[in-house]
């Protein structure tokens, strides 16, 4: 085997124990994350893990790196394939609410969780979150601010006001699905963002009901 298989073998592997990592942080919480409790889960020795990450700490940091890994490629590439505008908008909560609904994660989002667990533990992990949630939320805004560049959203909009609101719709279907009927709470997610954008597009025709 060439020193570049083995590179990208190695790649892989890193990436399947940290996916391994991101589903166990969202039952035990990621402070609570330890390379103790990945080697259990693993089913391998502490001792390699370690020769990867050599505290708590930075297995964590790695932890919500790949997390943002994830999400890129699950949520928001593919919803950038879609058409600029509201339908890219609707395509990028369609897309995380499928996330959800697939139970991709066993506990649930991985950030909705950290959001609460990391608000009131300063340091580098919780460095790393809000950088993450500031690109996120920079995102959203981008995405709402092309649509009404493109005329499809009123040119009067208070843009970050939207953008909270369809975090918001993210959030809190993620919560209560755990609790409630998911399938409700999922649908009522989808048509909520739906009901919004077709209110303040010019043209709801490029919003079809049934359709993301």
């Not at 502490?46 to 890994?69: C, I, N, Y």
Request: include cysteine; charge should be neutral; charged fraction near 25%.
């Amino acid at each position: 085997m060439t020193s570049d298989g083995r590179v990208a073998r190695g790649d892989r592997t890193r990436t399947a124990v940290l996916d391994t990592a991101v589903a166990l942080a969202t039952e035990v919480g990621l402070h609570g994350l330890s390379l103790a409790q990945l080697a259990d889960r693993l089913e391998v020795s502490k001792s390699g893990l370690f020769a990867h990450w050599r505290s708590k700490e930075a297995l964590q940091l790695a932890t919500v790196d790949r997390a943002v890994a994830q999400w890129q490629e699950r949520i928001v590439a593919p919803a950038l394939s879609a058409p600029r505008g509201v339908r890219r908008l609707r395509a990028l909560h369609e897309a995380r609410i499928d996330f959800y609904a697939a139970r991709v994660l066993p506990g649930g989002c991985f950030f909705a969780n950290t959001e609460f667990e990391y608000n009131a533990r300063p340091g580098p992990v919780r460095d790393r979150l809000a950088e993450a949630f500031a690109r996120w939320t920079a995102l959203l805004e981008r995405l709402v601010q092309e649509a009404v560049d493109l005329g499809e959203l009123p040119a009067d909009l208070d843009v970050p006001l939207l953008a909270y609101e369809i975090d918001a719709l993210g959030i809190s279907a993620v919560m209560r699905s755990r609790l409630l009927d998911p399938d409700a709470t999922y649908r009522h997610a989808r048509q909520g963002l739906l009901t919004r954008l077709r209110a303040l597009c010019p043209d709801p025709t490029l919003l079809p009901e049934g359709q993301s």
